[in-house]
């Protein structure tokens, strides 16, 4: 699993970014029509949580936290950032144990990246800085992996080896680093020579990123260093995802973008409220395809045909600041404005 902060892309994006935290919801419905031929879906918008297909429960980080970043462990513990002490921390939903990582030399943090290796390290980076962290949970150690060169990190991806591959600000260049420490950078050759602004890996094994900027998305074969493209239809693609049904997701302003390996593109425009805001802002995997929040402060999901389901909480003022699925299937979130995290 891996999680990143939102980054709001493109000028339909910056135009929605403006209205953050100014809609409420006021109606008992919106229909939202998609494009080609796929149906009008009618979507409750409830006035009480209770009355969501979810009940959401939210519960505060000691000490007047400010949580944002968030990822659910195979484990089921929570592992979150603290923006206020610049901090990563853990919450154990079973026994109710609260911690925080030992900080290092490089800390404060400001955790925007995190992910799971399948070793079940947590590793975690902070973009405004040339180095990648590694957390033992076995061991309590924190491993600070300097980066070759004076470069920067802008997203992270674990592969099954128990390492993480992760994208980089110089164009064309990736690198991917090992437990031992070890870090390679990798020029990919043969791409659309963008800067690899996200990265996910897909259910065929191969390493795939968006380059902002670029009309393509990049796939690479670790093992032969071959690169395949794929064209996109818009420069803004972000927060790219390997969905449940195998294809890639990204989200591009208020649209949601599905690529299928073959490279048959899907638009999706996600339903609005009646104040008219509904900016998708984090993107995860679902159960059969992804789930997204926005800037309403609702959790949605969406299958492959692009039917959307609003899942909540969207309680007024709620900005969601991070998503994930637990290995049981709930879904968690950080609301950083409150100093909460809540699930359902």
Do not use: C
Not at 41 to 49: G, M, R, S, T, W
Not at 62 to 89: K, M, Q, Y
Not at 147 to 157: E, N, W, Y
Request: no cysteine; aromatic share 6%.
């Amino acid at each position: 699993m891996r999680v990143r902060a939102p980054r709001f892309r493109g000028p339909k994006a910056l135009a929605v970014a403006l209205g953050v935290g100014l809609a409420t919801v006021l109606a008992s419905s919106v229909a939202s029509t998609l494009e080609g031929a796929h149906a009008t879906v009618l979507l409750p918008v409830a006035p009480h949580p209770s009355d969501w297909l979810v009940q959401w429960r939210e519960l505060p980080e000691p000490a007047g936290g400010r949580p944002r970043t968030l990822l659910v462990a195979s484990t089921g513990v929570v592992w979150f950032d603290d923006e206020s002490t610049g901090t990563l921390n853990s919450y154990d939903p079973v026994s109710g144990t609260w911690a925080v990582v030992p900080t290092t030399a490089t800390s404060p943090w400001r955790v925007s990246l995190l992910v799971e290796s399948s070793d079940g390290a947590i590793w975690f980076a902070d973009p405004s800085d040339s180095v990648l962290h590694r957390y033992d949970p076995a061991s309590a150690a924190v491993s600070d992996l300097a980066l070759p060169g004076a470069d920067r990190i802008t997203d992270l991806t674990a592969a099954r080896d128990g390492s993480v591959w992760f994208g980089t600000a110089t164009a064309s260049v990736v690198g991917h680093a090992r437990p031992d420490g070890s870090i390679d950078l990798v020029t990919i050759t043969g791409g659309s020579g963008g800067i690899p602004e996200s990265v996910t890996w897909g259910q065929d094994g191969r390493l795939w990123m968006t380059q902002f900027g670029s009309l393509t998305v990049d796939a690479l074969d670790p093992g032969t260093g071959t690169v395949t493209s794929l064209p996109l239809s818009s420069r803004w693609a972000s927060h790219l995802e390997s969905g449940a049904d195998g294809a890639l997701w990204m989200l591009d302003g208020s649209d949601l973008l599905r690529l299928d390996p073959a490279g048959t593109e899907d638009r999706f425009p996600v339903p609005t409220t009646p104040a008219g805001l509904a900016l998708p802002t984090v993107l995860r995997p679902g159960s059969q395809g992804v789930i997204y929040a926005d800037t309403t402060g609702r959790i949605v999901s969406v299958d492959p045909r692009g039917r959307f389901t609003v899942l909540g909480p969207s309680t007024p003022g709620l900005l969601l600041g991070s998503i994930d699925v637990a290995p049981d299937g709930s879904i968690w979130f950080t609301d950083p404005l409150s100093g909460r995290l809540g699930w359902g």
